[in-house]
């Protein structure tokens, strides 16, 4: 352990009794006091605010006191005598039926509770939107080939994966009206758990383990009817987005069969700081030479500086002697839209033609369809209204605020040419294919007064039943209302939809 910060009550100190110190004891009981008011009860966005505020300033104190823990190591080396290729791009979609008119892509955002309450309610709009194909009504639902997920995107994406439409009998108690929040407030305020040698974030793999996911692992991912779900996380250490699936843990001379699902949810919403990285092993010896889709993908690189840098750093991977362990943290680091997981798979893959025709042995869709989820917020910055200084939480809230904002702009423009780039390289004259790019975001909501209730829901873990319930009718109605989703869906011949 290294040079401890001072949590004893200093008689010479000016500061002993003023609760407003960060670091001095009377700050900390008072940190605790208020913590143990918010997982009796949720607070509003001001007082969640305030109260978040404090949990950053111990956290910041608990950085400093300069304690070592150690991240669990949880994933296994590849087996010689495995016998199935696990959970990949190719086979983690599952068998089950799926039409070639159209593919359909998901993407959940990061947001907390917040994001995952959105996303649901458009998984629950899919579900109750018919289309006929061959005759034959299906949902929307039922079409869903991949999902993309980061940080509190990856609750419901993993959850329904994993269970498919039970998401819609229990997910709202398991989760999304759970108070997790207070649940992990409570051992992040529990003095032993501070200075434990397996770190913070222990803690909430178990606690989702047990409550939300109940010990699945990637094994139970490959369900019949399931789409392929890409759980984004980021690389620490070196900046790289990485997807849990067992493309990627080649790379890691690793089996992803065995590990658990909670962990992979845990590393991609785990908020630096808060919360300790997720670690796993970087084995060196299954003698694992470069994949031949990685090799390819170096050499179109050039002169392509997004396709460069996602390379450059899966290649890092391969350094073993330099890169023993890997740690993730929060997958909104690397894109809050889950967006880019989806581009840097199919760019990497040679282009929609190459994955779809080459890799996935399936014929290119009449309609190639990206439903973006994006549970971001624009509250209005409470330092405008006084010449006090914006505090140091204030300031780097401001500054992430900024870059992300900035950043999900980019990733949208990218996106948006994207689509209708890969529509163009699916197309023949004989079989066009129709792109469509859709946006669902608090910014479609025109009433003044339902904008500045979810602009100030918090991203937190743990949401009133009030917030839940609207966020839930809000993912529904900004899907249905969506022009481009309904273009969409009078596009498809015959079509139909069912409200329940």
Known sequence: MGKKYNWTHDPDSTAKDDPKACGTWAYTKQVMDDWAQLIRRPLDAAHGKQALSKLHCLALALLLSGCASYGVIDNKPQSATRTTDGYTIRSGGGSGWRSGELSLILAFSGGGTRAAALAYGVLQELRDTEILIDGRPRRL??????????????????????????????????????????????????????????????????????????????????????????????????????????????LLCSDISDYPVARAVTASSAVPVLFNPVVVRNYQDCKEEKPDWLLAAQKRAAGDPELSQAVRGLNTYFEKDRREYAHFVDGGITDNLGLRAIYEIIEIAGGPKVLIEKKLNRKPPRRLVLISVNAST???????????????????????????????????????????????????????????????????????????????????????????????????????????????????????????
Do not use: C
């Open 378 to 500: 624009d509250p209005e910055p409470e330092m405008d209204v006084s010449n006090k200084q914006p505090s140091l939480t204030e300031t780097i809230s401001a500054i992430s605020d900024v870059q992300l904002h900035r950043y999900n702009v980019a990733t949208l423009e990218l996106m948006d040419k994207s689509v209708k780039r890969w529509a163009k390289a699916l197309s023949t004259p004989a079989r066009p294919v129709t792109p469509y790019f859709i946006q669902i975001g608090f910014r479609d909501i025109a009433q003044p007064e339902q904008l500045q209730f979810f602009n100030q829901v918090p991203t937190t873990f743990s949401l009133t039943d009030e917030q839940v319930d609207r966020l839930i009718a809000a993912g529904r109605e900004l899907l249905r209302a969506n022009p481009d989703f309904q273009r969409f869906v009078t596009g498809m011949a015959g079509s139909r939809t069912a409200r329940r």
């Open 141 to 250: 639902l039922d079409e869903t080939d991949v999902i993309s997920s980061v940080s509190g995107g990856s609750f419901t994406a993993a959850y329904y994966a994993l269970y498919g439409d039970r998401i819609f009998e229990d997910y709202e108690e398991v989760f999304l009206r759970r108070d997790v929040q207070g649940q992990l407030v409570r051992g992040l305020l529990n003095p032993l758990m501070w200075f434990s040698s397996s770190g913070r974030t222990e803690m909430a793999v178990k606690l989702y383990e047990k409550k939300v996911f109940r010990g699945a692992t990637f094994d139970d991912m490959t369900r019949a009817d399931a789409p392929l779900t890409l759980i984004n996380a980021s690389d620490l250490g070196y900046g790289v987005r990485f997807s849990f699936v067992q493309d990627y843990f080649n």
